[in-house]
Nanobody, 122 residues
Framework: QVQLVESGGGSVQPGGSHSLSCTLSGSILSFAGMGWHRQAPGKTRELVAVITSGGSTVYADSVKGRFTISRDPDKNTAYLQLNSLKPEDTAVYYC????????????????WGQGTLVTVSL
């Protein structure tokens, strides 16, 4: 069974740093990319950062220069390093993976992790 497992949520003070990880588990032949989204209380889910299988990255303007997405292709894992955190970064962070192909030829357009809460406060 293909699934995403996230870890690393927690509390941090403003100006601090934190890191999240997301592993795509199961029998995977290929996938197009992985990304992080977040949903703050009372707001819609928004894109934070994505990384393609080729290593290209895209960031939301609100996190450019503060967050870094990276990957370990051998582990099918994506990481999100969060620096210079602000209270407005408080949200549930969701990982997703797109265009996943498994060895039996089946495909998944998009799957999501369960979400992990990051709280930025004094």
């Amino acid at each position: 069974q293909v699934q995403l497992v996230e870890s690393g949520g927690g509390s941090v003070q403003p100006g601090g740093s934190h890191s999240l990880s997301c592993t795509l588990s199961g029998s995977i032949l290929s996938f197009a990319g992985m990304g992080w989204h977040r949903q703050a209380p009372g707001k819609t889910r928004e894109l934070v950062a994505v990384i393609t299988s080729g290593g290209s990255t895209v960031y939301a303007d609100s996190v450019k220069g503060r967050f870094t997405i990276s990957r370990d292709p051998d582990k099918n894992t994506a990481y999100l390093q969060l620096n210079s955190l602000k209270p407005e970064d408080t949200a549930v962070y969701y990982c997703n993976a797109v265009d996943i192909v498994t060895p039996d030829g089946s495909s998944h357009r998009q799957i999501w992790g369960q979400g992990t809460l990051v709280t930025v406060s004094l």
